[in-house]
């Protein structure tokens, strides 16, 4: 694995590009801890510039306010409106490398994340909102059941005080975790 992402990397900058790490795990276990340690030595040795420390921030945020809900309540394995949040002021940090507190939009939209039954028995709704949806290029270019989703018409929103703690939370987090990126590699 390690010598296939040093490949990746060498072939992405070959082609005039910067790769990017994006650190993707919901879970509370040592796993994830583990997996943020390893991602990060393999940062490292492959020079990353830029890196998105989503990981961490959730982590940081569920040891100070478990009350944010960041999960999605009916699926655990994807972020729910608040994770995506956090998410993106991560990849705004990231990218920016700027602070992303009172950038980003407290009103959004999600996908519904419907059970079977939910999705028969919205079906009418679900149906007429994907036919006056009008997605953007990057929309448009997704595969049916993403645009299906995009198209449904559900919004996320978040009190402001939320907001500016999530987005606050997001910069802090990738400010400490991008000093790491100029370290050498630890074992």
């Not at 921030?57 to 949040?85: C, I, N, S, Y």
Request: net charge positive; with cysteine.
């Amino acid at each position: 694995h390690r010598d296939a992402i040093t490949q990746y990397c060498r072939v992405i900058r070959q082609s005039g590009a910067e790769p990017v790490f994006y650190e993707m795990g919901w879970g509370t276990t040592e796993r994830e801890a583990e997996g943020r340690k390893r991602l990060m030595k393999l940062t490292q040795e492959n020079d990353i510039k830029i890196y998105v420390p989503c990981s961490t921030a959730w982590a940081r945020v569920r040891a100070e306010r478990p009350d944010l809900k960041l999960q999605h309540p009916k699926d655990g394995t994807h972020p729910g409106d608040l994770g995506h949040f956090l998410n993106l002021a991560c990849f705004y940090s990231a990218f920016v490398q700027q602070s992303p507190e009172g950038r980003l939009p407290r009103d959004y939209h999600v996908w519904p994340h419907l059970t079977k039954d939910e999705k028969t028995r919205l079906n009418e709704q679900l149906e007429t909102a994907f036919a006056n949806f009008r997605p953007d290029a990057y929309q448009a270019k997704l595969p049916e059941w993403m645009r299906r989703n995009a198209g449904a018409g559900y919004r996320g929103s978040l009190a402001e005080d939320d907001a500016k703690y999530l987005e606050r939370v997001a910069w802090e987090t990738w400010s400490l975790v991008s000093k790491q990126l100029t370290r050498p590699p630890s074992d």
